[in-house]
């Protein structure tokens, strides 16, 4: 008798990577979280923590921005940050039947994720379409949706996803080299931005991106060893370093590390620039009484969005404006820390 050559051999099982301890120590070991779907109950026990899952986004003031956004079935309209999909979620929930959404992101690896959960839940191409994009660039959907949409969202946070991916050079809770690129196939990334820049620019770049108070010793210090930040723990360290020798004790040092962080991350994706522009670009893009509204997690995100809803509203642009920005709830706050900062403003066009 004669054996089948072409008879399939099992394939042989492969364990998952261990752990020593309780808790995963290392960004790679946590396959729960990387893989939420799969174990809701532990994913559920890390939020109650007060935690965000690793490869996981909390979505922020979800119902105030629903509310601000009147949405109803039918309805078209733009996510600009798309993100994990949170928001564009619950928006989906609430314009189908009929409607319509948009959903953008500058980041080509998150956004294709986020597609594929998304179409998991039932939302095929005739409620909802993707495009990788800067949202400076809002105006091209315009081929979409050629008259004009109902509503536009911006979620102008960094997603947990980025922060958390040791990689992508967003945290200095792990070493990696200093990228901080929210799309990291092109530009340049925050370690080549201190090897070209002048002291007086970064020093400025720190005031103006994160109000930060120790700008002129940081940035001088930061610049004499540059080399020694070319990763994040790098960076952390000399920050660290440098305030101590101004008298801060260690555990103080933490939000002049984050402040330095996000000034780099803001100039290397130049997104004071893309705000401008997506702000300058939304009254063409919204239907009459379509409403916008925007979340911010930074001062500076945050005076460019009330002058310009402000100033339009005074010129007629828009018909009205939020006179003061929608916080977080003290609830939220406590579940999702990431949130505390966060200010959520609208507008409605004439």
């Excluded at 070209?196 to 970064?202: G, V």
């Excluded at 101590?244 to 000034?263: D, T």
């Excluded at 911010?296 to 945050?302: I, K, L, R, V």
Aim: include cysteine.
């Amino acid at each position: 008798m004669v054996k089948d050559d072409m008879t399939e051999k099992p394939v042989k099982h492969k364990r998952r990577v261990r752990y020593s301890g309780t808790h995963p120590r290392k960004f790679r070991e946590k396959y729960k979280e990387l893989d939420p779907e799969k174990y809701p109950d532990d994913v559920e026990r890390v939020k109650l923590r007060g935690q965000t899952p690793a490869g996981m986004h909390l979505p922020v003031c979800v119902s105030e921005i629903l509310s601000a956004l009147g949405l109803r079935a039918g309805m078209h309209g733009i996510d600009c940050t798309l993100g994990y999909g949170g928001h564009a979620v619950e928006i989906l929930r609430r314009i189908t039947p009929d409607g319509l959404l948009a959903g953008i992101d500058v980041d080509p690896g998150e956004l294709e994720k986020t597609e594929i959960r998304i179409r998991k839940l039932g939302y095929d191409e005739s409620v909802f379409v993707t495009r990788c994009m800067n949202f400076s660039e809002i105006q091209s959907c315009l081929d979409i949706f050629p008259g004009g949409v109902d509503f536009i969202l911006a979620d102008l946070g960094v997603s947990s996803m980025q922060l958390d991916t040791p990689g992508r050079g967003f945290s200095f809770k792990n070493s990696a080299p200093l990228d901080l690129r929210l799309d990291n196939s092109s530009g340049e990334t925050a370690a080549a931005l201190l090897l070209r820049i002048s002291e007086e620019s970064l020093v400025a770049l720190l005031v103006e991106n994160a109000d930060e108070p120790y700008a002129e010793v940081l940035g001088k210090a930061i610049l004499s060893r540059r080399m020694e930040c070319q990763t994040t723990v790098g960076l952390a360290s000399v920050i660290t370093e440098v305030l101590q020798g101004e008298g801060l004790p260690s555990n103080e040092c933490k939000p002049s590390i984050q402040r330095v962080f996000q000034a780099l991350r803001i100039e290397v994706n130049n997104e004071f620039e893309a705000l401008d522009e997506l702000l300058h670009s939304i009254p063409d893009c919204l239907k009459s009484g379509g409403r916008v509204a925007i979340l911010s997690f930074h001062s500076g995100e945050d005076r460019r969005v009330k002058k310009s809803f402000k100033g339009l509203t005074e010129l007629g642009i828009y018909s009205e404006c939020v006179r003061r920005p929608v916080r977080p709830s003290f609830q939220e706050q406590y579940d999702n820390p990431r949130s505390s900062s966060a200010k959520l403003r609208w507008a409605v066009r004439s």
